[in-house]
């Protein structure tokens, strides 16, 4: 006897056309993403300066990656690129994460956080030169973002460009007051903190 599906189910089969198969995908892909999304955002908020990144911080960070590494194989949206690009580096994994943080920039040179990412891992790399060189690209396709600018400030003074670091840090500070706070407790303006350019610029009024 031969058996035939029910009507309802042939009718599933029959209206999964190549429009519905990719939508249907597309949810699934954007379902992951907001996943891998969660996992970063609770890894980073139980991280914190003198801690560090903690064995559970870094168990969400690698779940982050896998779930990332769940989405369809032609998957490859800026929001895979940077979630992974941020997983990697936050796990100080700054070398697996470069070739992430080159691919955002190259497709979307407007990504704030492409350039921060690309320039932060080329600083604890020891490349602090095409860093610089990094962040100064970003400052060209972003407008001048107040937090690029002060990393490009924090940048120079580690190399010791004390009249590009004072230049960046005014930028940041006249764009947005709130940075000047953050120069108390910056170690990378250490060597320049006693330099008369640099307590003018922290003093100024607003």
């Known amino acids: 006897m031969q058996h035939t599906a029910p009507s309802s189910f042939r009718g599933f089969e029959m209206?999964?056309?190549?429009p519905n198969i990719n939508s249907f995908e597309n949810l699934r892909n954007s379902?992951?993403?907001?996943?891998a999304t969660g996992y970063i955002e609770l890894a980073e908020f139980?991280?914190?300066?003198e801690a560090g990144v903690s064995e559970p911080a870094k168990q969400l960070l690698r779940n982050a990656i896998d779930v990332l590494d769940q989405l369809s194989p032609e998957h490859d949206s800026s929001n895979a690129l940077i979630l992974r690009a941020e997983a990697l580096r936050a796990?100080?994994?700054f070398s697996d994460a470069l070739p992430y943080y080159q691919r955002v920039v190259r497709d979307n040179p407007h990504s704030m956080a492409g350039w921060l990412g690309f320039g932060w891992c080329l600083k604890r790399l020891g490349q602090l030169s095409e860093a610089i060189t990094v962040l100064a690209d970003g400052m060209n396709y972003c407008d001048n973002q107040p937090a690029l600018a002060y990393n490009l400030s924090c940048y120079h003074s580690?190399?010791?460009?004390i009249h590009a670091a004072i230049e960046y840090l005014t930028k940041a500070i006249a764009s947005d007051d709130?940075?000047?706070?953050?120069?108390?407790?910056e170690s990378d303006f250490d060597a320049i903190r006693n330099d008369p350019r640099f307590v003018a610029v922290i003093e100024q009024p607003v």
């Open 158 to 161: 580690l190399a010791g460009n």
């Open 31 to 35: 379902a992951l993403l907001q996943q």
């Open 178 to 185: 709130r940075f000047r706070s953050l120069t108390s407790c």
């Open 91 to 93: 796990l100080c994994h």
């Open 15 to 18: 209206n999964m056309s190549h």
């Open 46 to 49: 139980s991280m914190t300066p």
